[in-house]
């Protein structure tokens, strides 16, 4: 279906052959889809090619810096932001159509609603029930900060719409994909919190994670998801002790 405004859609990658086929074909309505890849050694490329996406490489820095390049990349006003292990459901699908068929539209961005699933299970609960991210944006106004970890697109004197029909997140094959990358996130943010911070002690180490397992289990009500809600709490938990322990160390060595 055509748009009154086309739309170019960027996925960034690096070794997602298990996931790239279904993001692409998620969003094969769009105008234009380029795929930033970071010389992955997998077939994500190769399958890229096959579903006649504009396959970019380049070196990874950081994913702030990996976005903004790619967002100067697109020949189109719109563009919609996503990773690999995202999907665009019909539901969102047909939303966005709408929007890109107002003779005007009046936002610069657009939050879009996320539904995240663990190892295959769909999580209600457990502090990710009301995830959001700003996906949707004009290429002339969506820029990322330089955050490391979650990084987010500046929206200071922006118009920012809200989409409530969700994208579909198929975060962490396994477990052992789940605990990696909560490492690689723990080094990142402790990489964004040094300068801040001045030091890291008891109350850091133990009551920080404690309290995020409180917080994700009980007061965003991880336990109505069951064991995998338990086990989301206590690997977030995981996470927030791992940062103070880089924290440490990089401190240690400057």
Not at 92 to 115: H, P, V, Y
């Amino acid at each position: 279906m055509k748009t009154l405004h086309p739309i170019s859609v960027i996925i960034t990658t690096h070794n997602e052959a298990e996931n790239i086929a279904a993001c692409i074909d998620s969003v094969s309505w769009a105008n234009e889809i380029i795929v930033v890849d970071s010389f992955s050694s997998d077939s994500t490329v190769e399958i890229a090619k096959n579903k006649n996406a504009i396959i970019l490489q380049r070196e990874y820095i950081g994913p702030s810096d990996q976005k903004n390049w790619a967002i100067e990349q697109v020949k189109n006003e719109w563009v919609l932001i996503l990773d690999a292990d995202e999907r665009v459901s019909m539901a969102l699908q047909n939303k966005i159509q709408s929007i890109l068929n107002q003779s005007t539209i009046n936002e610069d961005l657009f939050w879009i609603a996320r539904q995240n699933y663990f190892l295959g299970k769909k999580i209600n609960y457990s502090g990710w029930q009301n995830d959001k991210v700003i996906r949707l944006i004009r290429k002339e106004k969506g820029k990322y900060n330089d955050k490391q970890v979650h990084e987010e697109i500046i929206t200071q004197g922006l118009k920012v719409g809200m989409i409530a029909e969700k994208l579909d997140h198929y975060t962490y094959k396994s477990m052992h994909h789940f605990l990696a990358k909560m490492d690689r996130y723990a080094l990142w943010s402790a990489k964004d919190h040094a300068a801040k911070t001045k030091s890291v002690g008891i109350f850091q180490l133990f009551f920080k994670p404690l309290y995020r397992f409180i917080q994700h289990f009980f007061l965003k009500l991880g336990f109505l998801d069951g064991l995998t809600g338990f086990i989301i709490s206590v690997i977030m938990a995981l996470g927030v002790f791992l940062r103070y322990v880089y924290l440490i160390d990089l401190k240690k060595n400057t």
